[in-house]
């Protein structure tokens, strides 16, 4: 599944480490005009059938999206750590997918992914961005 959008991350704790409340993972969906936001852990369950959920928005490499989607068993979470401008991640979604139908492997298509972001953009750091959760096999 692949979610192309905006997206909200309040850790539980501010950078010190001093408790601000509960995590938020929140998903942004609706109209410009008439913004929605959705809780990642009301959502998890609908997908428990992926077999890789890619975040395309600011924030969604945060633990609140891949733990919600891990506990549901998605078995991957692509998503990106800090703000990410649209048009680097429609860069990075193009040569991830690009890369996924050729090697069949998701960890190998992100990290090769990185490796190009890395090349094409040095001055944009969404390649340090993009985050990879995986579960472990067995």
């Known amino acids: ?14 950078a010190d480490g001093h408790p601000v409340g509960v995590q938020r993972a929140c998903l942004i969906i609706g109209a410009p005009s008439r913004p929605v936001s959705v809780e990642m852990n009301t959502i998890a369950p609908a997908l428990a059938s992926s077999k890789l959920l890619y975040l395309s928005s600011c924030g969604s490499g945060n633990a609140g999206f891949a733990v919600a989607a891990a506990q549901q068993g998605v078995p991957a979470v692509v998503g990106f750590r800090w ?8 860069i990075h979604a193009r040569l991830f997918y690009r890369r996924l139908f050729k090697q069949r492997a998701i960890d ?4 090769n992914t990185r490796k190009a972001m890395r090349r094409i953009a040095r001055s944009n750091n969404a390649w ?8 472990p096999t067995n």
């Open 108 to 111: 190998t298509a992100f990290w």
């Open 1 to 14: 599944m692949h979610y192309a959008g905006h997206s909200y991350h309040q850790p539980a704790a501010d």
């Open 128 to 135: 340090a961005s993009g985050m990879l959760v995986m579960r």
């Open 83 to 90: 703000g990410v401008e649209d048009d680097a991640a429609e």
